[in-house]
């Protein structure tokens, strides 16, 4: 009961400090920023580790963060292993190869009417496939490697980069484009100077979406057949174990992968285009 009484004392008291640090007159600096999901943060895991122990969960429902910590700390090769079967191998390639796959045909589909009209529905249908169906498939075509979970990837990223990266070679204005053609400018003129500059942000729009989509492809695919290694079966084969312990830590570091993933790409768009109001302030 104390445990308990404890963590809700805790939660009041973070709630309290973090709307004090939100709403002082230094809330828009970098170190608050900064702190308040920190704060944040460790209250949750307090708050989780207190309740866990005092409302006694069972430990295959929800294991401790100490627990999970222990089991993360004493299994960091195995974790890393697994980080790079399914990230480095599966979806980190499968990432490269479908955004830069997407990124050409966007450049195709901008220059033509029949694939815009074409090929754009065809890819809302495709990107509204369940990855549960597709994925078994891919995996028998490529196989139980690292290849069918980049080849699950690229169908993830493909149609979300393509339609981004369309929808930005498109922003410019016709005053923009006909400007453009009374200084004589060729289309890869036009693409270099103009087009491409004014899609950047929709391009690392289609990217920062894509680092999401590709960690998910890839543990997923992995649930369908894989070597003995990967997050997705290190999940699937502990879950049947009961190992929650090692579940989690697994979800951490997929958790801790697509953070840093997503992070890497937003300050390259931020070196890129900071010149776009999006990157002001």
């Not at 966007?106 to 065809?122: C, E, H, Q, W, Y």
Request: a positive charge; one cysteine or more; aromatic letters at 12%.
């Amino acid at each position: 009961m104390m445990l308990i009484l404890a963590a809700m004392l805790l939660w009041a008291f973070g709630w309290w400090l973090n709307l004090r640090l939100a709403e002082g007159s230094y809330a828009h600096t970098r170190a608050i920023q900064v702190t308040v999901p920190l704060i944040f943060g460790l209250t949750i895991l307090v708050v989780w580790e207190l309740l866990v122990r005092g409302l006694q969960v069972p430990l295959v429902i929800l294991p401790p963060p100490t627990m999970i910590a222990g089991r993360f700390a004493s299994s960091t090769s195995i974790l890393w292993a697994d980080f790079v079967q399914t990230f480095v191998k599966g979806a980190l390639s499968g990432y490269v190869m479908g955004c830069c796959a997407a990124f050409v045909m966007a450049i195709a589909v901008d220059r033509s009417t029949f694939l815009r009209m074409g090929l754009l529905p065809v890819g809302n249908f495709v990107a509204a496939l369940p990855i549960v169906g597709t994925a078994p498939i891919l995996v028998m075509w490529f196989g139980f490697d690292w290849q069918s979970k980049a080849a699950v990837v690229v169908v993830m990223v493909f149609f979300p980069m393509l339609v981004n990266t369309v929808a930005g070679l498109r922003e410019t204005t016709a005053m923009q484009r006909d400007l453009m053609e009374t200084y004589a400018a060729s289309y890869w003129q036009s693409f270099f100077k103009l087009r491409l500059p004014a899609a950047m942000p929709f391009i690392f729009n289609g990217l920062k979406i894509s680092t999401t989509l590709a960690l998910i492809g890839a543990i997923v695919a992995e649930f369908f057949g894989s070597p003995t290694v990967g997050m997705g079966f290190r999940i699937s084969t502990s879950v049947g174990q009961l190992a929650l312990d090692m579940v989690w830590a697994e979800i951490v570091v997929a958790a801790l992968a697509g953070t840093l993933f997503y992070g890497a790409v937003a300050m390259i768009e931020k070196v890129v285009t900071f010149w776009h109001p999006s990157q002001r302030g």
